[in-house]
């Protein structure tokens, strides 16, 4: 290989110069100009998730949904998670009333459940969510089964969420449950299309609970 200069390396070492430059870099390079303030605060932290700053071009709200989570999450609402990977991503000391992080994906009881309901066990692990859901704040990252179970809960009267982040990647499903989570009256905030996961939805969650960047 030519041109690959060994070590030392000449890189930024500053954690806080880092994160100073990437939003910089998210700031000037994608097209923020038709969000309201709150929700381009929270695609900036989206778009450091992942890189892609074309995101924006998928982003759908409700007009609510920032305002509606965080006040949720300030006055104590869990944040419910399909997955441990979207649960692991949410950075505790941004949360502002010590909220609960909840994920039953791996509880006892849902194997039996999956098998019982004949559904993949993320959407099964919802079921344990009955007694959670009114007011609550939802994020799902990777499972689109799970996003149209929470649809179908709460048409069945389970409890409302206060807000969705329904960002699920994939490509069986993913689109459209979250075409389905736009159209259910619920406040949301999707990425339509493909793209999604785990690493956006847990900061989507982050910057949600705390504003600054
Ligand atoms: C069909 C599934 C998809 N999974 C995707 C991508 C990723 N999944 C990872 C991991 C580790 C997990 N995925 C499961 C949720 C598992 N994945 C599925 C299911 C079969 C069905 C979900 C659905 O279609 O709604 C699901 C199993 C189930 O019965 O629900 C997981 C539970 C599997 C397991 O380990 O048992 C597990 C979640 C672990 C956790 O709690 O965090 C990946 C890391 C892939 C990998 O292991 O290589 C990756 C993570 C993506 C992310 O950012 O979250 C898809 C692409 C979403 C896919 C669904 C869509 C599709 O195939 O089109």
């Given at each position: 290989?030519?041109?690959?200069?060994?070590?030392?390396?000449?890189?930024?070492?500053?954690?806080?110069?880092?994160?100073?430059?990437?939003?910089?870099?998210?700031?000037?390079?994608?097209?923020?100009?038709?969000?309201?303030?709150?929700?381009?605060?929270?695609?900036?932290?989206?778009?450091?998730?992942?890189?892609?700053?074309?995101?924006?071009?998928?982003?759908?709200w409700s007009?609510q949904v920032v305002t509606r989570a965080r006040a949720a999450l300030?006055?104590?609402a869990?944040?419910?998670?399909?997955?441990?990977?979207?649960?692991?991503?949410?950075?505790?000391?941004?949360?502002?009333?010590?909220?609960?992080?909840?994920?039953?994906?791996?509880?006892?009881?849902?194997?039996?459940?999956?098998?019982?309901?004949?559904?993949?066990?993320?959407?099964?692990?919802?079921?344990?969510?009955?007694?959670?859901?009114?007011g609550s704040v939802v994020a799902?990252?990777?499972?689109?089964?799970?996003?149209?179970?929470?649809?179908?809960?709460?048409?069945?009267?389970?409890?409302?969420p206060a807000a969705v982040l329904g960002?699920?990647?994939?490509?069986?499903?993913?689109?459209?449950?979250?075409?389905?989570?736009?159209?259910?009256?619920l406040d949301h905030l999707?990425?339509?299309?493909?793209?999604?996961?785990?690493?956006?939805?847990?900061?989507?969650v982050?910057?949600i609970?705390?504003?600054?960047?």
């Open positions: 290989m030519t041109g690959f200069a060994g070590p030392p390396f000449d890189y930024i070492r500053d954690g806080a110069e880092i994160y100073r430059r990437s939003f910089a870099t998210i700031r000037a390079e994608a097209d923020l100009d038709g969000l309201p303030p709150e929700v381009a605060q929270v695609a900036v932290r989206m778009i450091h998730a992942c890189g892609m700053t074309d995101l924006v071009r998928d982003l759908a007009p300030r006055a104590g869990p944040v419910l998670c399909d997955a441990e990977m979207v649960a692991s991503g949410i950075t505790r000391r941004r949360l502002p009333a010590d909220n609960e992080v909840v994920c039953t994906l791996n509880d006892p009881r849902v194997p039996e459940l999956a098998e019982r309901l004949g559904t993949t066990r993320s959407a099964a692990a919802l079921e344990l969510w009955r007694d959670r859901l009114e799902i990252g990777n499972a689109p089964t799970a996003l149209f179970r929470l649809l179908e809960l709460v048409a069945e009267g389970a409890g409302r960002i699920p990647v994939g490509f069986v499903g993913a689109a459209e449950s979250k075409l389905a989570l736009t159209r259910s009256g999707v990425v339509h299309g493909r793209r999604g996961g785990s690493a956006i939805t847990a900061a989507a982050n910057a609970a705390c504003e600054r960047e």
